[in-house]
């Protein structure tokens, strides 16, 4: 079943902007793929919380398993090396270069 929502419901035209930048996307088109592909990995890591299928203890944690639906969904399984990930990403020693490595 197709979920369909307007970009304008949820980011302003700054937001979406800031984030063509960011993702490195030119076009209208670009960018409604890149954020269907992040809406996939929120989407799965609500359910999993939604559901009770992960106990989470820490932040670090948290930004990492938030991460992994990043890369799995965004990246398509494979994070760029050189990415620029966001400071909200806290990790834990090492974790970045792991998951750069798969």
């Not at 890149?34 to 009770?52: G, P």
């Not at 299928?53 to 965004?74: F, M, P, Q, S």
């Amino acid at each position: 079943m197709p979920v369909t929502f307007p970009l304008n419901d949820i980011l302003t035209a700054q937001e979406q902007t800031m984030l063509r930048s960011l993702l490195e996307v030119r076009t209208a088109a670009e960018l409604e793929a890149a954020v269907t592909r992040l809406s996939k990995a929120a989407m799965r890591e609500f359910a999993d919380m939604i559901l009770n299928r992960y106990a989470v203890r820490a932040t670090a944690e948290v930004n990492e398993i938030k991460l992994l639906h990043l890369v799995k969904h965004y990246f398509g399984g494979k994070i760029r090396a050189n990415w620029r990930y966001p400071r909200s990403f806290a990790f834990r020693s090492g974790a970045r270069r792991r998951l750069c490595a798969t």
